[in-house]
């Protein structure tokens, strides 16, 4: 029976903090606030998460984990090699990372803000990372793994800066040039690769 209560206070606190990050960003929510919001005392959400961002992890990574690996079918699924980058591109950097419900934007926050003290598991960002590799793999097939691991490191910087500019201007977004701007690179590196 405990159990059960245990998760029903687990899934109160995951429940609450979602509904606080979306309303107030990931900044101005506290464990305070979830904690009274979730009808339980800020020692005992301490019981179930050791962090904010613990919490922030917990409520993002099974949409974020959703989101990427709905792009890598896309790309890998395209029979065209050459729409593949532009494909895995668009779909990460105006798709994922310019997520307008602010999913994304709420864990690029947490991760600028995470302080060395937080119990930060890198789990997602590598799980991500080896993901966006594979679709990178597929899309320039002539690159080595060392050329694809600066790539996926340059497309992350990108996603990330395109995912913390929607909390600037949120109704005027321009995705669409930072899109551009990595594809002509890309192009670029493609261009000089042998085929």
């Excluded at 800020?42 to 990427?68: C, H």
């Excluded at 994922?96 to 598991?121: F, H, I, K, M, W």
Aim: aromatic share 6%; proline share 4%.
């Amino acid at each position: 029976m405990a159990r059960v209560k245990n998760e029903q206070v687990r899934k109160a606190i995951l429940d609450a903090a979602a509904k606080l990050f979306e309303e107030k960003g990931y900044i101005a929510t506290t464990i305070g606030s979830i904690a009274k919001a979730a009808g339980t005392s800020q020692s005992n959400v301490y019981v179930y998460f050791s962090s904010k961002i613990e919490i922030a992890f917990a409520v993002f990574d099974p949409w974020m984990r959703d989101q990427i690996s709905a792009l890598e079918t896309r790309v890998l699924g395209e029979p065209d090699t050459g729409a593949r980058l532009p494909l895995m591109v668009h779909g990460l950097l105006e798709g994922v990372a310019g997520d307008r419900s602010g999913q994304t934007l709420t864990l690029v926050q947490a991760l600028a803000t995470a302080r060395p003290t937080d119990n930060y598991s890198p789990d997602l960002l590598n799980w991500t990372m080896d993901r966006i590799g594979a679709m990178m793999g597929a899309c320039l097939p002539a690159t080595t793994p060392d050329e694809r691991h600066a790539l996926v490191q340059a497309l992350i910087l990108a996603f990330d800066g395109v995912a913390l500019r929607q909390n600037l201007r949120r109704t005027d977004l321009d995705e669409a040039q930072s899109v551009q701007a990595v594809m002509m690179l890309f192009s670029a590196l493609s261009h000089r690769l042998p085929a």
